[in-house]
C-alpha cells in the first residue's frame, strides 16, 4: 500500500515530572491510494499515550478504510503497555467493528466489545457479552451456499472468549441466533431455539 500523505493538524509533546504525554486536538490522517485512508482519532480527555517510566498508557480509535484495506474501526477506551522483567504486558478496554471478504466468507461483518491482554506470547480476549457476526455469502468453489447468514458469539465469565500462546489457539464460546438462507434450496435456516454451542478448540 502507497501511502501519499500525513496530515498532523495539531500534537502537542510535553515532558514533566520525568514523564512524557503526546496529544492531539484532531484526528491525525494517512491519505494513500486509491481512497484509502487510515485515521487515528483521540479520546476526550485522554492522551493518545502518556509515557512514565517503564509504562505506556493511553486511548485512541483508529478507523481504517477505503483502497484495498479491510474496513475497520478499534476504539481503545484505555490501554496500558509495560515491560516487567523483559515481558510485553499488553491490556485494552476495545470495542471494534469492521466489515471485509474472509476466505470463502463474503461481505463479512463482525462488531462488539472487550477487553484484551498480552503477556509475554499468550493473548487473550475476554467478552463480557456477544459479538455480532454476519454475511452475505459463502462459497464453495466459487458458488454461494449460503446467504445473509447472521450469529451472535457470546463469552463466557469462567475464561476468556480466545486465548492463544505459542503452542496454538483455544476458543471458548456461546453461539445464539444463527441462521441462514441456503442459496439453491431458498429455505431459511434458524437455530435461534439453540441457545448455548459450546466449542472449546485449541491447535
Known amino acids: 500500500m502507497l501511502f501519499r500523505s500525513l496530515h498532523v493538524p ?5 515532558r514533566r515530572d520525568g514523564g512524557t504525554t503526546v496529544a492531539s486536538a484532531a484526528p491525525v490522517t494517512l491519505d494513500g491510494a486509491d481512497g484509502a485512508k487510515i485515521v487515528l482519532s483521540p479520546r476526550a480527555g485522554a492522551p493518545l499515550a502518556r509515557m512514565q517510566a517503564a509504562t505506556t498508557t493511553g486511548a485512541f480509535a483508529l478507523d481504517v478504510a477505503g483502497g484495498r ?52 506470547d499468550r493473548l487473550t480476549v ?57 442459496d439453491r434450496q431458498s429455505t431459511r435456516l434458524n437455530s435461534s431455539h439453540v441457545s448455548e454451542s459450546r466449542m472449546p478448540s485449541s491447535a
Open 10 to 14: 495539531q500534537i502537542s509533546i510535553v
Open 69 to 120: 484495506l479491510p474496513k475497520l474501526r478499534l476504539m481503545l477506551a484505555s490501554y496500558n503497555y509495560a515491560t516487567p522483567n523483559g515481558r510485553t504486558a499488553f491490556s485494552a478496554e476495545t470495542q471494534f467493528e469492521t466489515a471485509l471478504d474472509f476466505g470463502p466468507m463474503r461481505g463479512l461483518r463482525a462488531s462488539g466489545q472487550g477487553m484484551m491482554q498480552v503477556l509475554g
Open 126 to 182: 475476554a467478552m463480557p457479552g456477544c459479538a455480532s457476526i454476519a454475511f452475505e455469502s459463502f462459497l464453495v468453489s466459487a458458488t454461494p451456499q449460503l446467504r445473509n447468514a447472521t450469529a451472535q458469539i457470546c463469552g463466557t465469565q469462567a475464561q476468556p472468549i480466545l486465548a492463544s500462546t505459542s503452542g496454538g489457539w483455544a476458543l471458548d464460546a456461546r453461539v445464539t441466533g444463527a441462521s441462514a438462507d441456503i
